[in-house]
């Protein structure tokens, strides 16, 4: 007997799905082993997400668990991270953080487009989206709080902007959740006496002169009367370029204020498709007639990713939920003929119709050519979407949210589920890890106290390598999450050691949104890239042949943690020195203040109060605990923790552990010594 062909599908949405399904119809256990990807363990069922955000369906019931729905699949919740089309293999990201790898005979591309709100700026950051079930509880929640803001609120105008909706797009989904947003606003203001009528604003923007471009003129037309009458409204051949905290900005300069702004305009290609070698268009994978990625055998692309000639008529398929189930279930038919050595049959599909829900229980539709509006085709268009739920528990659910939204008012409830913000703090002893080499990169770290070492091992002979030395104000960790991929060094508290942790999520949102970082790590990566000894090995060689001891010069002046900014002043201004050591009772250093450092507080105090300056303690403008090297360390180390940091000098202790200061070391020194020994190499023997 042979062994069974494995088909992997990557993505478990209207298409993946389906395909799964066709295809464990089609072919026994034995033929086939279908393996399918997935991100979430669970299927989102988009065209209802309006009526989660609105309130009348709980978000469960949207999403349906793949591993109940798809007997016979191995369903996987991992993300894929690459396919190596000519070796036949998928690269997922493993639970661990780590690449795994899994080869496929044939793999099925289905991951469909993410929301990207980037386009127009502020977007990202003042919409909400409307793509996961995620989106559609936090834009619901927003609704609420909204409310309950402008109950509270005294002040007429600011409850205005509480209660003022913007919805930008009025395809489907911007028509859907407007209609949603204005019913669970409107209906719900009988629970909120301060709340008068004239208060409530849903205004609906879109870039064209009609809305729903999708449908024919008569029922566009009924649609906008029905969402006029139900007191939205509809802004034509408006364009939006720019959201702030306040509203957003249209193309003539005019502002529309309102505290929620929903994007429903604006897809993106998911970062595999991005990153994928493959023909594409507009950012969508070109496929053959029968969905076979242009140029392949063997991997096949459908749904939302993909751009698939329809037979039937000729056109593109539309970026819709029927079109991916379609395509879904004939790309399983495909690759069954394919197994069998049969021909395969192009994507051929006459569309049913489309449906609108337009808010107030009523709706638009088209149904094999026939036009149907008002509450028949709303009752439809719910009875069409029961019968499409993946599963019966599904349906159940739905049918019951539905029922209770028929006899009960919509549930105001909400339940913050902010999860704890992923920024913690962590602690390490000397010697402890913080992460080896070839771990996963899941997270960013910034010194709060202490050094570590980043040291890289030898593959070869496994000799290590010191590549920095960090300290306080520094961080680590920044590579591998940018270029997503494991460690390419461990590090090693040198000292004890506090640090700010942050998650990939969270420090990626940071990076982004904060310039000073992002000039800070492009000037690390930088650095840490330039490998520093392997561009001068003479210096490394003749640095690392002594120990720091060797080269220790007495510390500069000293201070005590007591003294003042006045005491600061009188010492730099009768002695000849560019730094002091700040110096705990026991002799442990607990800062650096250099002639700078004095000359920025000169400048802040000067604009105080005289009894303001007086007595101010240094520690308040030093530089808290500084980097160090310990007597014992090789010079090298001493010479690359300057180099990484731009310092002239750096502070010597008896130990990392003690922290006693015994002196200081100096580059210029250092130097020097490599100078004599270069010199003495390379000066002409005499015979
Ligand atoms: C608000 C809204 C309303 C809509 N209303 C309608 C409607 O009324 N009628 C209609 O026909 N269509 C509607 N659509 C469109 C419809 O939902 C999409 O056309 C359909 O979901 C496309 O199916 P798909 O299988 O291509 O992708 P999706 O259903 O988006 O599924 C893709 C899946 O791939 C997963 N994925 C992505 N990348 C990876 C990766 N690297 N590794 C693993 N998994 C990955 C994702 O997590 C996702 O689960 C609506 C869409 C939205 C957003």
Not at 369 to 395: D, N
Request: aromatic share 6%; hydrophobic share 45%; proline share 5%.
């Amino acid at each position: 007997m042979g062994t069974a062909t494995r088909v992997v599908i990557v993505g478990g949405g209207f298409g993946g799905v389906k395909c799964a399904r066709a295809l464990r119809r089609r072919l026994t256990a034995e033929a086939c082993e279908i393996v399918l990807f997935n991100r979430e363990n669970h299927m989102v069922f988009h065209p209802l997400l309006p009526e989660v955000a609105g309130a009348s369906l709980n978000p469960d019931a949207v999403a349906a668990p793949l591993r109940q729905m798809l007997t016979g699949v191995r369903c996987r919740t991992e993300s894929v991270r690459a396919i190596d089309f000519a070796r036949q293999l998928i690269e997922y990201e493993a639970h661990d953080g780590h690449t795994g790898t899994l080869p496929y005979d044939h793999v099925v591309i289905a991951c469909g487009r993410s929301a990207s709100l980037g386009a127009v700026p502020g977007m990202a950051y003042h919409a909400f989206a409307l793509k996961s079930v995620g989106d559609a509880m936090a834009l619901r929640s927003h609704v609420i709080q909204q409310l309950e803001n402008a109950e509270v609120s005294n002040e007429a105008a600011q409850r205005r902007w509480y209660l003022s909706f913007l919805v930008i797009g009025a395809g489907f989904s911007g028509v859907e959740v407007a209609g949603e947003i204005n019913d669970l606003v409107r209906h719900s203001r009988r629970f909120y006496p301060n709340i008068s009528p004239g208060e409530i604003s849903v205004t609906l923007v879109h870039s064209r002169d009609h809305i729903l471009p999708e449908i024919g003129p008569e029922l566009r037309t009924f649609a906008e009367e029905k969402m006029r009458d139900a007191g939205i409204t509809i802004l034509l051949n408006e364009r939006v370029t720019a959201a702030t905290s306040d509203g957003v900005v249209l193309q003539d300069g005019r502002r529309l204020r309102g505290a929620t702004v929903v994007s429903t305009v604006g897809t993106g290609v998911p970062l595999l498709v991005e990153h994928m070698e493959a023909p594409k268009e507009r950012g969508s994978l070109l496929t053959e007639a029968d969905m076979r990625l242009k140029g392949s055998a063997t991997a096949w692309a459908i749904g939302d990713c993909a751009r698939i000639v329809n037979a039937h008529d000729g056109s593109v398929s539309p970026p819709t939920g029927q079109f991916a189930e379609r395509q879904g279930r004939q790309v399983a038919e495909n690759i069954a003929r394919v197994i069998a050595g049969q021909p395969t049959t192009p994507f051929s599909y006459k569309p049913l119709g489309v449906f609108c829900a337009i808010g107030g229980r009523n709706a638009v539709a088209e149904i094999l050519g026939r036009r149907v509006s008002g509450f028949p085709a709303w009752f439809l268009w719910r009875s069409i979407y029961l019968f499409k739920m993946p599963s019966w528990s599904r349906r159940v659910k739905v049918g019951a949210d539905w029922m209770w939204d028929l006899l009960f008012a919509r549930d105001l409830v909400n339940l913050k589920t902010d999860p704890t913000e992923r920024v913690s703090h962590a602690h390490f002893r000397p010697g402890d890890f913080v992460f080896h080499q070839g771990d996963p990169a899941l997270n960013f770290y910034s010194v709060e106290k202490g050094t570590l070492d980043i040291v890289r091992a030898n593959e070869t002979d496994g000799t290590e390598e010191l590549v920095a030395v960090v300290g306080p104000g520094d961080f680590f960790g920044e590579m591998a999450l940018i270029e997503g991929r494991a460690r390419s060094a461990s590090v090693r508290a040198r000292t004890e050691v506090e640090v700010t942790t942050l998650g990939a999520q969270v420090f990626s949102r940071i990076s982004k949104a904060l310039a000073p970082l992002q000039q800070r790590l492009a000037e690390a990566i930088r650095q840490r890239s330039t490998r520093v000894w392997t561009r001068m090995p003479e210096v490394h060689a003749v640095l690392s042949r002594e120990r720091v001891s060797t080269f220790v010069e007495p510390a500069p002046y000293s201070l005590e943690g007591h003294n003042t900014f006045e005491d600061a002043l009188a010492l730099f201004a009768t002695h000849h020195a560019d730094t002091v050591y700040v110096l705990e009772d026991d002799g442990r250093i607990a800062g650096v203040l250099t002639r700078t450092d004095l000359l920025r507080v000169v400048e802040v105090l000067s604009t105080r109060p005289l009894d303001e300056r007086n007595g101010v303690s240094i520690r308040h403008f030093m530089t808290p605990d500084p980097v160090v090297v310990a007597v014992d360390d090789l010079a090298s180390v001493g010479a690359l923790m300057m180099w990484n940091r731009g310092l002239k000098s750096l502070p010597v202790v008896a130990s990392a552990q003690s922290g006693r200061v015994v002196g200081c070391l100096r580059a210029e020194t250092l130097m020097q010594q490599v100078l004599r020994t270069v010199l003495l190499t390379h000066q002409p023997t005499t015979a």
